[in-house]
Every structure is written in C-alpha cells, then in structure tokens.
C-alpha cells in the first residue's frame, strides 16, 4: 500500500492526528493510513483513562496544551462534561499550596475559586469529608472526558475525510538512505514518508534511535463502586485530594477512584493497557477509599491496573525524531492534552508555523546523551508527584 502518511496507534492520539491531518493538508491528495491492531476495543490507554481533565499545570505548556484540548472537546457531542473540578486540602500545608495554585491561576485569566469546606461540600456531598476539609480549590471549567467516544468521533472524521483505516501489527519502520519510507506490518508493506507512532506505551518497541526515548510503563490502580441505588439529581464535580494522591469521580451510575499512593511499578504491557493486579493495590485503594464519607459503601465492583507512561520530565514526546527523517513521536501523552497535542503535532508535520517553547520542551530529542537507567528512575521518581513538573514553563 501507497501513502504519504502512516499513522501508527488509533488511540485518542493517533485518530485525533488522523483527523486533524485529513482535515487541515493543504494537499487535499495526500494518503493517509491509520493503523492499529485492532480499532476496537481500545487497547491502549485510552480505553481505561478515568476521564479527569483538569486543565491548569504548574507547566505553562501543559497549560496552554490542556486548554486547547478542552476547545475541541466542547465541540463533540457526549464527548466532554463541564462538571467542574474540585482540590481538597486537608492540611494547613496543604491550604497554602492550594491557595499559591489559585494566585498563579487567576494570574494567567483561568477561572478558580477559593471555596469554603462547606462549599466543598455541597458540591459533592458523597466524596467530600467536610469536617476534615481545611481549604479548597474550585475549577468551573475543568471537566471529565468520554474518551472513548472522543476517539471514535475523530475515527468517523477522519474515515469521512478519505483516511484508510488498516487493522494489523506493525513489526518495524523501514528507512531508504536514513530517511522513513514506511513500515512493515502483518498485513503488508506500507510506504509512506512520514510515520507518526501515537503507540503509547509501545512506544519504545519501535523506537530503535540513538536518542534515549524514556517513556516508562508504570501500573496505576483504579477502580469502580457499585451502581447507584438511586440516579443522582445533578453532577459532581471530581475530586483530588492532592496530599494524599488521590482522585475519584462520579462516573454517572457509580463512582470511579484512583491512587499515586504507592511505590512505582515498572509494568511491562502485553497485549492490552491493562496489567496483571498487584497485592500492594488493595491497600493503595482502601486507604484513598478512607477519604470519603462513603467509604464503607465504595466496596470495589471492578478493580484494574492501568498502566500508562511516564517521563523524567512528566512531559509528552512530541515532534521529528533528529535521527530518523521522517519519522515523528507522539507519546506520553494524556487524555487531558491530547487534542491539543494533536494539532500542534499536525503543524509539525505540515510545515506551519509553531511555538518554539512548546516544540523545544516536548522535544524527544531533549534526553539526547544521558544514561537510559538513571531516565528510567527519574521517571519512576516522578510517579508520585505526577502534576508537577521539573521546571516552570
């Protein structure tokens, strides 16, 4: 098969390139070729993320990215729900940081709210402990994403703008002279000059480069209550419990909730984003279930382990791999920028003008001469301070 483009992974990545590539070519004859080894279910990351996006990061790139990303997302039927989001302190420690985060969000013009506990409170009575709240921090705009209907509307876009759609393996990326040409997958040969892996956690299965690319696989517990007795009036917002790392949602007819709460877990993924249950998990969720004032009714109806990547920098992998023309990263990267990612990596690849700032500080290129071990630590040490990144930009 001939084409110009070949898009490796139909995650929420991957088809929003698909998507944004087909829409925006300014050679309506270009060939794209979205390949995934199996369009559905989604076995990636995408399929399992809870769907939190909150959209202000003490990176100002994740920032603008996060906000770009929830600009497209409005405009997808069921695909975004302006809940809002909720940050709980539950500490004088913790108050103050939640109120440095408030400043330096009014700074920037992003809508924030300083609200009593008792305002907390009332807005998700279920999952707020008010007596033992001492501050919080409101996002009006923030929200929960369906990501699985997300990917499947830019699928549908992108198949309605002449995108083919190719179902199999991809085994490797062939080069002529140095540059890209294609790749090699069980379904055939696929030429194609530029190459984008939007791969997630696979990334690296393809990245044979002589630039350290650490994206690192780590196991992430989640788990879902049982259905609602009764339908809920209104929507909650979600809800972090920064200090404790941990997060829960209301999913619409049950609760859903997760922990960084535990030593980091390299997990290697197989055939699906989602990796054998780890013992020290039941402990990790009891002890977030503990937080809410629900707690002995949010008995775990289904529990897994997510696994998604993880950088030294907690920033995605985006752009042209220097070493291997033709051939771009998209990797690392969340729900919550993925859109955004998506169009910025689609000027890329079109030649359009882009901010250098982001283009440089999601550069794959960027780790070029450091050891791939002490990378993968860094990674790994990052873990439990997973919105914070190493330097404000």
């Known amino acids: 098969m001939d084409a110009d483009i070949a898009i490796v992974g139909a995650g929420i990545v991957g088809s929003a390139a698909a998507y944004f590539l087909s829409s925006s070519s300014p050679d309506p004859k270009k060939k794209i070729v979205l390949i995934d080894r199996a369009f559905t279910p989604l076995k990636g990351s995408t399929g399992h993320a809870p769907g939190f996006v909150g959209q202000f990061n003490v990176s100002d790139v994740l920032t603008r990215l996060a906000i770009d990303t929830v600009n497209e997302y409005v405009q997808i039927p069921d695909g975004f729900d302006t809940v809002g989001g909720l940050e709980i302190a539950t500490s004088q420690e913790g108050a103050d940081k939640l109120r440095s985060r408030y400043e330096s969000a009014k700074a920037i013009g992003m809508p924030a709210e300083l609200i009593s506990p008792q305002q907390a409170a009332q807005f998700a009575p279920e999952l707020v402990r008010e007596e033992e709240t001492v501050a919080a921090l409101y996002f009006p705009k923030d929200g929960t994403a369906n990501a699985a209907r997300i990917t499947s509307f830019y699928q549908e876009k992108a198949r309605a703008n002449g995108v083919v759609f190719l179902e199999a393996d991809v085994q490797e990326i ?220």
């Open 174 to 393: 062939l080069y002529d002279a140095g540059h890209a040409k294609g790749v090699q997958t069980s379904g055939g040969l696929v030429q194609a000059g530029t190459v984008v892996l939007a791969t997630g956690v696979w990334a690296t299965d393809l990245c044979k480069f002589d630039v350290p690319i650490p994206i690192i696989p780590v196991g992430h517990p989640y788990m879902y209550g049982p259905r609602h007795t009764q339908p809920k009036t209104c929507k909650m917002p979600f809800v972090r419990w920064p200090e404790h790392h941990v997060y829960a949602r209301d999913h619409g007819s049950f609760y859903g909730l997760g922990s960084y709460n535990h030593a980091p877990v390299c997990v290697k993924p197989e055939e699906t984003a989602i990796g054998t249950w780890i013992e020290q998990f039941d402990s990790t969720l009891e002890d977030g279930r503990a937080l809410l004032p629900i707690s002995h009714e949010l008995t775990p109806s289904d529990k897994f382990n997510g696994i998604f990547s993880m950088t030294p920098d907690n920033l995605p992998l985006v752009g042209s791999v220097s070493s291997a023309p033709g051939v771009y990263l998209a990797a690392a990267i969340w729900v919550t920028h993925a859109a955004g990612t998506a169009k910025f990596l689609t000027g890329l690849i079109q030649g359009a003008p882009v901010d250098e700032t982001i283009k440089a500080k999601l550069d794959p290129n960027r780790f070029r001469g450091r050891d791939r071990e002490s990378l993968k630590q860094e990674s790994l040490d990052g873990y439990n301070n997973i919105y914070k990144t190493g330097n404000k930009q």
